[in-house]
């Protein structure tokens, strides 16, 4: 019969992780594999009690131990920390009873088993489905059998899908053509073991494709089994269109570059002609493939060389942002030519010069005119004397340096007080010598270009321009140009520009009216007439309450056509200002409010609604009392107007500094934000149904807001769709 000893010797030798204890919880026998998971390499646990081999939970595990004698068996896993690199080490062990031969209970059996990396795999896949939940982009992990076992928020909301589809077959969720790519691409991830990344296209809610960056990658299951398959999806439709639209930029480069009249060209940072298009070519006689074996210098005249250079240096250095020059080359027929360019300095993002773009035009035509000018100054002197224009001339600073003697008759400025005297001083407005300069130095010509001068006696004239620079060998040492009178002309512009403007306001208003006049004035008469003309024709066979019902209808349409009709003389009136504004002293604010209520009161009382007053005592104003009566009517039956059944209005009136502050608040449908502002433009014919059909004009709002500004008020309006509406105003305490 084996002993304790013996038994331990074979644990020892076995790979099994399994201990032997009696039923006094004292180890008997161990295996050196049970040893090592628990930790225990090199201790003598034999002979020892499992309390203290392990007393941490101790009194949990006697209640194991007791009802293990019981024949009941456990199972768990615990966790331990490896001492000599602090990582976490799982063990899943399970505990039984052994009997002696004579079936009494000999102790206990422990089994362990290192469960380390099927933890680890189950606490990678949490760790990865957490920052999955919350990574800008779609993510979704799929079984090698085709089902999909996890998707985060934005894979579910871009393919429109619920929750509950987790767990289900790509198939069930996408179709058969999908599926079948979604599983080749899965396989051959799984096979190989390498990562894999590809564009694909998903339409999103309203239809329109987005492009998505793909990565696929093999992942471990929650055995630690290589069999999923983890993606991730970023969205890179804004960077597709980027590229896209840089492409198009670069094609309508290429496309202006290859086709400008003007030469063109990209000049590295040394001189050398690196692209040019066929303007240049045809400046300069030479052909593409011979400019690009040269350098700028190489055709530039001698004369200009070392002020060219030295200007592309500065552009390169940062220390002018653009060059415009004028300087000669040398044609290949060895003509001289003179062009102008225009330079700036192309830098890459470390702001490392990468060349110079330039637009080069020829004007050589324009320097030869220029000396037949110098040639004919005498002939342009004689007309300078004579011509009934004001010609001019200014050097660099700004002093006129000469100035035609028919200046005198219109500036009453003689020739001889003007010259030496600065430009600036002749100007009504310095901002118009600021105009004319900055389009000066942009454009180097102005053609009829409208300025204010100043004559002796400090009246304004409006005065043409015709002005140029004045270059010496490509050189700005002044301006010149020709004035012209247009006072007159001026004046008769803008009066009929007034004109204009009263002919529109008047037009407009005669439209206005007749569009009332037209709709709302003849709707209600005409319908009377037409119910009218039944009640005769039907008077002896209908009974007297339905005559009594006729006659109520006609009366209510003929009465609300009159209160239009006198809104339509009042406003007419107003526009046309034939209405009188008469302050006198209101001594009691709170009578002219009653009265205002008693007028609408008939309307109020038909939808039950409630009318209260707040007014300070004792409050007096100096103002128009037919206009504000005419304000508060207006403003409450708008109000009444705009409140459902059994509503509530509030008049409010306080003193709030040097104004009386008037409110008419309701409860009411209340006022689309987007028309707010609308309901105070006196330009504007906003108007829309009551709550109980109530047709409106938008003319009391007008007329309400004419009679607010005529008293130098202000009016403004606060309202919340459902909530309701309070209209504010001020007349102000003037005497």
Known sequence: MLSFADLNNILNSSPVSMAILDSNRRFQAVSNQWLLINGLEGVEVV??????????????????????????????????????????????????????????????????????EIESSKDQEAQFRVFMDYIPGLCWITSSDNRLTYANRHFLDMHQLPPTVIGRNKRDIFGYDVAKDAFVNNSEVLKTKQSKEFQQTIRDQEGFPQYFMTFKFPFLDSSGNMSLVGAVGFNITKHKQLEENLYQSEEQFRQAFEHSLVGMALISPEGRWKRVNASLCLITGYTEQELQSMCIQDITHPDDLTESVSKLVDLA????????????????????????????????????????????????????????????????RSIFENVQDVFYQADQS????????????????????????????????????ERIINSLKTDGTVIDFEVRLITA???????????????????????EGSMRDVTARKFQENALKALNSELTASNEQKNKLLSIIGHDLRNPISGSLELLEMTLADLYLISVDEIHLHLSMIKQELSNANELLDRLLIWAKSQFNAIGFHPVEIKDISALIKRSVQNVLPMANKKSIQISQHIEPALGIYADKEMLETIVRNLLSNAIK??????????????????????????????????????????????????????????????????VLRHEGQIWVNSDIGVGSVFYFTIPFND
């Open 457 to 479: 006696g400090q009246e304004l004239r409006y005065v043409s321009v015709n002005a140029r620079l004045i270059l010496d060998n490509g050189q700005i040492i002044g301006t």
């Open 398 to 433: 700004g002093l006129v340096t000469e100035i035609s003697p028919s200046i005198l008759q219109y500036s009453g400025f003689s020739r001889e007080a003007i010259i030496g005297q600065p430009v600036s001083d002749f100007y009504y407005y310095p901002q118009d010598r």
């Open 317 to 380: 250095d940062n220390i002018t942002e653009s060059v415009k020059v004028e300087k000669r080359y040398i044609h290949k027929n060895g003509n001289i030519i003179w062009v102008v360019i225009a330079a700036t300095m192309l830098k890459d993002s470390q702001g490392k010069s990468l060349h110079y773009v330039s637009q080069i035009e020829d004007i050589t035509k324009r320097k030869e005119i220029e000396g037949d000018l110098k040639q004919s100054e005498k002939k342009y």
């Open 642 to 707: 705009f409140s459902h059944m059994g509503g509530e209005i509030t008049i409010n009136v306080l003193k709030k500094g040097s104004d009386m502050l008037f409110s008419i608040a309701d409860n009411g449908i209340g006022v689309p934000p987007e028309k707010v502002l609308e309901l105070l433009n006196s330009k504007s014919n906003y108007t829309t149904y009551g709550t109980n059909g109530e047709k409106g004009t938008g003319l009391g709002l007008n007329l309400v807001v004419d009679f």
């Open 47 to 116: 002979e020892k009690l499992h309390g203290e081999i392990f007393p941490v939970n101790n009194c949990e595990w006697q209640m194991i131990f007791d009802n293990c004698l019981l024949g009941i068996d456990y199972q768990g896993k615990t966790r331990r920390i490896n001492s000599v690199d602090n990582t976490t080490i799982w063990i899943k062990w399970q505990i039984k009873q052994w009997t002696t031969s004579i079936s009494s209970s000999g102790g206990f059996v422990l089994y362990c088993e290192d469960i380390t």
